[in-house]
């Protein structure tokens, strides 16, 4: 029987399944359920203490309307799962903006299909930096806007804890660590060990997005990038000249301009198509090689964000 989405049965981080073949957690060679997790990931359990401090009103709110901008090109096959997060949050958005860039397949239809139950609409997109700006522009200036991929899965409370965690923490921009997770037809969907190193890679991520902060050169990907708009328009959005790791510079700009942070209490569970079609070891390294050293070279196009 397939789990109903924020089902605490339906897998890592109370996912919203669209079957019960369509997607699937990753996993250790030892069992590791969401509580063992959370523990591993964030062992101060501070989501409590920014509820708190959220729930009596002593942090003052800034920002009032969260706001979501998805690139995509040809997502028919992912975007319907991230939508449907969407459209099961506790806080719901205000406005999803999917920026498509041309898409042939059924991805349209595909957000056409949830407009009546999710605040959705499709703009002009390009390539990633082009649409997120498109999409961002359209967001009311009081909003918090959550730039998501495509092919991410969200907890149902994802909104709601991010926004308390930021405004407990002033924060102005942030992202949060990512989670592997698979589809059926995927390499890792039934192949233990792919799934034991994509978990050693994601660490090493997660790690990472913390180490470079503490460094002052922040880095992240485009799976979960969260800022006001006020520093959105301060730092004008995304570099649409800068050829690679464009949402590096991004959270660069707005570490200089206000406090940024890695978020501790949320996480975003990420498709490992890339790493199946560009390699788990060659890749990774790739990304850690631009992502520090050639972060403004024109050497390598955004449009491989959109080659899988």
């Not at 949830?114 to 522009?137: C, D, H, Y």
């Not at 930021?166 to 990512?178: D, I, S, V, W």
């Not at 560009?278 to 631009?290: A, H």
Request: proline share 5%.
């Amino acid at each position: 029987m397939a789990p109903k989405p924020g089902d605490a049965s339906s897998g890592l981080a109370n996912m919203a399944f669209a079957s019960a073949n369509d997607l699937r957690p990753p996993l250790l060679l030892l069992p590791l359920h969401s509580k063992y997790f959370f523990l591993l990931q964030n062992p101060f359990p501070t989501q409590y203490l920014y509820n708190g401090i959220y729930e009596l009103g002593i942090m003052k709110a800034k920002y009032d309307k969260p706001c979501v901008v998805i690139p995509c090109l040809n997502e028919q096959r992912y975007i319907s799962t991230v939508l449907d997060d969407l459209s099961a949050q506790t806080v719901k958005p205000t406005w999803v903006f999917v920026a498509d860039a041309g898409s042939k397949d059924g991805t349209v239809g595909e957000i056409r299909k949830r407009q009546k139950r999710l605040n959705v609409e499709v703009v002009q997109g390009g390539l990633p930096a082009k649409g997120r700006n498109a999409g961002a522009r359209a967001c009311p200036k009081d909003s918090i806007i959550f730039f998501l991929d495509a092919d991410v899965s969200i907890d149902k409370k994802f909104i709601e804890t991010a926004i308390r965690e930021m405004k407990a923490r002033g924060l102005e921009a942030a992202t949060c660590p990512n989670i592997p997770f698979y589809r059926a037809g995927e390499k890792g969907y039934k192949n233990a060990l792919i799934r034991f190193c994509d978990r050693l890679i994601y660490v090493t991520h997660n790690f990472s997005l913390r180490a470079s902060r503490l460094f002052r050169f922040p880095l992240a990907t485009g799976t979960c990038i969260i800022a006001t708009r006020a520093v959105f328009d301060k730092i004008n959005g995304f570099d649409e000249k800068v050829k690679a790791f464009e949402d590096s510079d991004f959270v660069y700009s707005a570490f200089k301009a206000g406090k940024y942070g890695v978020l501790r209490n949320v996480r975003v569970l990420v498709s490992t198509r890339r790493f199946d079609k560009k390699g788990r070891f060659i890749f990774p390294l790739k990304i850690i090689f631009y992502g520090f050293f050639l972060r403004m070279s024109k050497s390598q196009s955004q449009m491989e964000y959109f080659d899988d």
